[in-house]
């Protein structure tokens, strides 16, 4: 062995300039897959491995070392998708450390059996990668996922398993050009074979598992975070510029009352999620927390300022009675209206921690939020309450995130694209907007048949009224000539008389009679 070191060893050389080889620092982010060579015999004596494949994750760090040729390296494999039992977390993490001999590209490395707790270099390149901790803040919030971090999980059987058992990895480290790749950057391969003999008998704790990962480029990772973020800021400036439009569609006291309060409610709450999310995603990441923290809060501009004034609006339209006339019976009220709403927003978070398993039919209910205003339209037959810009508008900005996450194949938080989900979520928002654009154009109960509907009130009904008598409109202040055709002149359930054109802009306003204040009934 000497002899051959004297070879390919020369000391007072750069590793650089070391024989044919070069010294390639394999310190990064690996992704890869597992498998049992023998799946019919995964492992005997941990029942729990019952499945012989699934993915995997490494972190390595390397360090060169007073050994020419030899390289130190720590790290963590992540196994997913290893147990298949009902208090699986999915997935299983063991810390490894060995050596790397670069001229021979041979990697070598044993379960790190260090105490719980202690952190290494390994913990501190964990704690900074955006690629693994982006990863495992999405399958906590996203996915089928464990409660606790799985690198916290004390009670796992790969924590039992490196009592009773001697972990070894071999693997040769090859490079794959940036040609092959499609990349910017060259890209290293690990592929190797993972054993593990047991410690007290001859048996082996489970079958040997064939591993191979590619690495990540981290930063091609980084830019796919940032971008999103940047999506989201600009979803958000576009929103504001949508509510600003239907704000002025609807800036009377009329036009605001069409509007659904649980409608603008709903999307506040949504917003309001959105913004905790990725500022959690941001105090998480703290290379990523100014992209992030900068989405979180136009996301925070928008609930907070605009759709909550805006929900002030609509609820004072609806209490046009308590205007300045009973301020101690409005701040309970508003008090009460505040409270409902955060009482909400904290009671849904809660319903979607213990219910996080059908985290996708809960998304497919927060965005139902066209269906109250779809109702108050039939109730109280309103006309043209939300402009159609608005309607078009926030439905295609509410559905580009959930549709980046399990729609994009290359999404930055891993998660794998679901095609029927993303199929349903657009369908079920189609429909929503057909029915309200069909409100629109066509009347507010245009799908409900004539024969089930109430009687209304017209405004064009007979009047026992001389054919010569003239009255004048206290609109315009002109005489209204009651001889002429019934179209040219509207009468309120009170006997009042007013051009049609008049009311018809004067119920825009305020649907009270101009002369007595009664409250009118839809037109």
Known sequence: MLICNKYWLPLGKEEQELGPFSSWNITGTYRGNWKFLDSANSSSKFADFRKSNGNSILELISTPTK??????????????????????????????????????RQLRMVANSGKEGEFGQEDDYLLSNPYHLLGVFSSQVFQESPREKIWKRKHSPIYEMEKHC??????QVSRVSSRKNGGDQDKYYLEGLMESPSVDDDVDCFSPMLLNATSVNV??????????TLMVTFISFLEVLLLIRQMEHSNTQSGAAKVSLLMIGHQAIMDAYLCLLHLTAGILVESLFNAFATAAFFKFVVFSIFEMRYLLAIWKANRPTNNGENWEAMRRELSVLYSRFYGILLGGILVMYEFH?????????????????????????????????????????????????????????RIEPDRRWCICLSLFMGLQVFILLLQHYLGSRWFIPRQILPEKYSYYRRFHQGSNHATDCVICMTAIDLGQRSNDCMVTPCDHFFHTSCLQRWMDIKMECPTCRRPLPPA
């Open 166 to 171: 001697n972990i070894e990895i071999a693997a």
């Open 357 to 413: 398993k059908f985290l996708r039919f809960i998304l497919l209910l927060l965005h139902s939020f066209w269906i109250p205003q779809i109702v108050i339209n039939v109730v109280r037959d309103s006309r043209k309450p939300l402009h159609p810009h608005y309607i078009l508008g926030m439905t295609l900005t509410r559905i580009a995130i959930p549709l980046y996450v399990f729609g994009c194949p290359h999404n930055f938080m």
């Open 67 to 104: 050994i020419t040729g030899v390289h130190y390296v720590q790290g963590v494999i992540i196994f997913h998708d290893v147990f298949d039992n009902e208090n699986d977390v999915r997935g299983a993490q063991i810390r490894v450390e060995g050596v790397y001999i670069w001229p021979f």
């Open 219 to 228: 930063e091609v990772y980084y830019n796919k975070a940032v971008n999103y």
